[in-house]
């Protein structure tokens, strides 16, 4: 079992950064594929990024390249990302997900755990 906690959100104006952090529980996570997803009010959750198991590999949305890096730090078992020159479209609660498997994937459905969520709001 995860246990999966973000942090980090808030409010931003537009152009901003921030950072959203996720901590883990248990002790598998370092052979847990890991992603971010949002979503908007009124709109179904959507992929943002993923990081492999040893953060090899990293994979975006097209909504994010460019200006957004998702990492990991096995040794502290949390996840980050890093958001630039933020868009009032990126408003949305931002969930970190765990997929148990080592390989990342940017499908809802093939995570395991999610978080609660963390409020990112961009203001124009």
């Known amino acids: 079992q995860v246990q999966l906690v973000e942090s980090g959100g808030g409010l931003v104006q537009a152009g901003g950064s921030l950072r959203l952090s996720c901590a883990a529980s248990g002790r598998t996570f370092s052979s847990y594929a890991m992603g971010w997803f949002r979503q908007a009010p009124g709109k179904a959750r959507e992929f943002g990024a993923a990081i492999s198991a040893s953060g090899g590999s990293t994979y975006y949305a097209d909504s994010g390249k460019g200006r957004v890096t998702i990492s990991r730090d096995n040794a502290k078992k949390t996840v980050n990302l890093q958001m630039n020159s933020l868009k009032p479209e990126d408003t949305a609660v931002y969930y970190c997900?765990?997929?148990?498997?080592?390989?990342?994937?940017?499908?809802?459905?093939?995570?395991?755990?999610w978080g609660q969520g963390t409020q990112v709001t961009v203001s124009s």
């Open positions: 997900a765990a997929r148990r498997h080592s390989a990342l994937h940017s499908a809802e459905g093939e995570y395991d755990y």
